[in-house]
Structures are given as structure tokens and as C-alpha cells.
């Protein structure tokens, strides 16, 4: 483990993740450099630049390489810094480039479902980037099996898996065979409950982006034993947050920009395949802000407003 840039355990935790604000088909840097100070002054333990929830594989690699100088300047010697992008032919120079200015490690998001095609991959960025961890999204349309993941694990950088699925069977299967030492991230909250039972140990929470207090709440919650009351906190919000979100396709980041809007942050606009949302579905995100600041304000009356 001596030959980390960065110690995999210090990945764990919540990770933030600037949405890319575009201005006129660009992205505002300046915008960008803002809600990335918001996320770290928020308590974020990581900060994820160019994500899927933030765009990413609709950034040019010009928009990319900018985005990522931005996000890594503003935030080193703070925090973590993963730099995101997609595994594909390009993986290895971006990695190289991203290590240019400081990463801490990556979050390679696979671009198909053939496991030798992202093993390969995974191999190709070790070899370019050495010794930075890698973290592999698991999601659609990559499927993973148990042996899949104990082959890719021979992979020295190999540092963690970021689940997409929400599948608690295949989280359990998949995380048996990866064992205690990678970072096991969950991308979405109504899953938080049952992936931290079965040992997830990072949270890419969308809350981050609008209420990072909510995330860092219910964590903390489950981190000191209290299930019932982090049960609570993620009924009053996450959950029908992530049905809203997950109710039509193309609206997932758009659900998230509203909700900053309806936080008074200024989230930009977004870039096509993001749908816009209808007016009913805007008055629902705005009601769902305005319960989960009535539950933060509850909470810090005493835990016990909750009860």
C-alpha cells in the first residue's frame, strides 16, 4: 500500500460533485470554481470533477482538461481529488494529464459492458498513471460478477467500485468477492440504508449538491449506530427525491439544478440529453426542498424533533 499518491481509506466518506453550470453553450468556470468551494466548505470528505452527474461525457476534452484544472487548483491540499472520465481509448492519456495537476484518484466510467474491454482499460490507466488508485463505476451497461470483480482486483490500483445498479443482491455478491480493503461507493441515497449494512463505506449523495448538511447528517447517523434516526432522515427526503429523479428519463440532473435553484444556489444551465422539467415537476422539487429545510432546521433544534 506504500505505493499509493494518496491512501484508498481517505476516499471514504461523502464525495461532492460540482454540476458543470453552462452559460450560452459554455461552461462558467467561475461558477464552477464557486460551487466547488460551496461542496468543500459544506464538509465533503472527496471532490469528484467531471461526473456523470456533472456532464462529464459531454465535455469536450478541452472542457474536460479545464473543468478538471479548475476543480483540482481550488481544492488542493483540502480534499481528495478523483478526476472522472470515461474507459475508453483516451482513458490513459486523460489520466496522465489529470495526474499533471494534482489528482488524487480516478473514477473511470466504462463505456460498455465487455469486462476484458474495461480489465484492459484499468491496466492501460496503471500503467500510464502510476500508482494513483483507480475506482471503477459499476453501472449499466456494465454487469459484473463475483469472478469478474476478483480478477479485476489483480489489479494493484484497483481501489474501489462505485456502485449504479442499486441492486442490493448484487451489491452483497459483488462486494463478497471484493472484500474489506476497496472503497465501496454508492451513487444514489435511497440505497444508503441497506449497502451500508453490507459494508459500503462512501456515499456520492445527490443532496450534496443543494444540502450537504442532509448527507453529512444521516451518515452520521449511521456511523454511530442510530438506524432507526437515519431511517427518519432519508424517508423525509431522499427517497422520494430519487423517485422524482427517476420518474421519466433525461431528468435526473435537471431534478438536482432545481433543487439548487430552489436552495438559492446558482446551479447554470445544463447540457443536452437533459430534459427540462415540467412546471408540475418543478413545484415538486420545490416542496421537496422546503420539507427537507423544515427537517434540517428540526434537527438542529435536537435529534430528538425527529423522534
Same mark, same amino acid.
Given at each position: 500500500m506504500?505505493?499509493?499518491?494518496?491512501?484508498?481509506?481517505?476516499?471514504?466518506?461523502?464525495?461532492?460533485?460540482p454540476?458543470?453550470?453552462?452559460?450560452?453553450?459554455?461552461?462558467?468556470?467561475?461558477?464552477?470554481?464557486?460551487?466547488?468551494?460551496r461542496?468543500?466548505? $459544506?464538509?465533503?470528505?472527496?471532490i469528484?470533477?467531471?461526473?456523470?452527474?456533472?456532464? $462529464?461525457?459531454?465535455?469536450?476534452?478541452?472542457?474536460?482538461?479545464?473543468?478538471?484544472?479548475?476543480?483540482?487548483?481550488?481544492?488542493?491540499g483540502r480534499?481528495?481529488?478523483v478526476?472522472?472520465?470515461?474507459?475508453?481509448?483516451?482513458?490513459?492519456?486523460?489520466a496522465?494529464e489529470a495526474?499533471?495537476?494534482?489528482?488524487?484518484?480516478?473514477?473511470?466510467?466504462?463505456?460498455?459492458?465487455?469486462?476484458?474491454?474495461?480489465?484492459?482499460?484499468?491496466?492501460a490507466i496503471?500503467?500510464?498513471?502510476?500508482?494513483?488508485?483507480?475506482v471503477?463505476?459499476?453501472?449499466?451497461?456494465?454487469?459484473?460478477e463475483?469472478d469478474?470483480?476478483?480478477?479485476?482486483?489483480?489489479?494493484?490500483?484497483?481501489?474501489?467500485?462505485?456502485? $449504479?445498479?442499486?441492486?442490493?443482491?448484487?451489491?452483497?455478491?459483488?462486494?463478497?468477492?471484493?472484500?474489506?480493503?476497496?472503497?465501496?461507493?454508492?451513487?444514489?441515497?435511497?440505497?444508503?440504508?441497506p449497502?451500508?449494512?453490507?459494508?459500503?463505506?462512501?456515499?456520492?449523495?445527490?443532496?450534496?449538491?443543494?444540502a450537504?448538511?442532509?448527507s453529512?447528517?444521516?451518515?452520521?447517523?449511521?456511523?454511530?449506530?442510530?438506524?432507526?434516526?437515519?431511517?427518519?432522515?432519508?424517508?423525509c427526503?431522499?427517497?422520494?427525491?430519487?423517485?422524482?429523479?427517476?420518474?421519466r428519463?433525461?431528468?435526473?440532473?435537471?431534478?438536482?439544478?432545481?433543487a439548487?435553484?430552489?436552495?438559492?444556489?446558482?446551479?447554470?444551465?445544463?447540457?443536452?440529453?437533459?430534459?427540462?422539467?415540467?412546471?408540475?415537476?418543478?413545484?415538486?422539487?420545490?416542496?421537496?426542498?422546503?420539507?427537507?429545510?423544515?427537517?434540517?432546521?428540526?434537527?438542529?433544534? $435536537?435529534?430528538?424533533?425527529?423522534?
Open positions: 506504500g505505493a499509493w499518491t494518496v491512501e484508498p481509506a481517505r476516499l471514504r466518506g461523502i464525495w461532492g460533485f454540476l458543470t453550470p453552462f452559460r450560452g453553450g459554455a461552461v462558467d468556470m467561475a461558477l464552477l470554481a464557486e460551487l466547488t468551494e461542496q468543500i466548505e $459544506g464538509g465533503v470528505d472527496v469528484c470533477a467531471c461526473g456523470a452527474i456533472a456532464q $462529464g461525457e459531454a465535455l469536450t476534452p478541452a472542457e474536460r482538461r479545464e473543468c478538471l484544472r479548475t476543480i483540482a487548483t481550488l481544492t488542493a480534499l481528495p481529488v478526476a472522472a472520465f470515461p474507459g475508453d481509448e483516451d482513458a490513459p492519456h486523460l496522465e495526474m499533471g495537476v494534482g489528482v488524487s484518484a480516478f473514477l473511470v466510467m466504462p463505456v460498455d459492458g465487455v469486462v476484458h474491454a474495461i480489465e484492459d482499460c484499468l491496466a496503471g500503467s500510464a498513471a502510476p500508482g494513483i488508485p483507480l471503477l463505476y459499476h453501472r449499466p451497461p456494465l454487469h459484473l463475483p469478474d470483480v476478483r480478477r479485476l482486483c489483480g489489479n494493484i490500483q484497483l481501489a474501489g467500485l462505485k456502485d $449504479g445498479h442499486r441492486d442490493v443482491r448484487l451489491f452483497r455478491r459483488v462486494h463478497a468477492a471484493g472484500g474489506e480493503h476497496l472503497i465501496w461507493l454508492s451513487a444514489w441515497e435511497d440505497v444508503a440504508l449497502f451500508w449494512s453490507l459494508g459500503c463505506n462512501a456515499f456520492a449523495p445527490a443532496s450534496v449538491a443543494y450537504p448538511a442532509y453529512r447528517a444521516w451518515l452520521a447517523r449511521l456511523e454511530a449506530g442510530d438506524v432507526a434516526g437515519a431511517a427518519r432522515l432519508l424517508e427526503h431522499a427517497y422520494p427525491m430519487v423517485d422524482l429523479r427517476l420518474s428519463p433525461g431528468i435526473e440532473i435537471s431534478a438536482v439544478k432545481a439548487m435553484a430552489a436552495s438559492g444556489i446558482p446551479a447554470g444551465q445544463s447540457r443536452p440529453p437533459a430534459a427540462r422539467l415540467t412546471s408540475a415537476e418543478v413545484d415538486r422539487v420545490e416542496q421537496l426542498v422546503t420539507q427537507l429545510r423544515h427537517a434540517l432546521q428540526e434537527l438542529v433544534v $435536537g435529534p430528538e424533533a425527529l423522534a
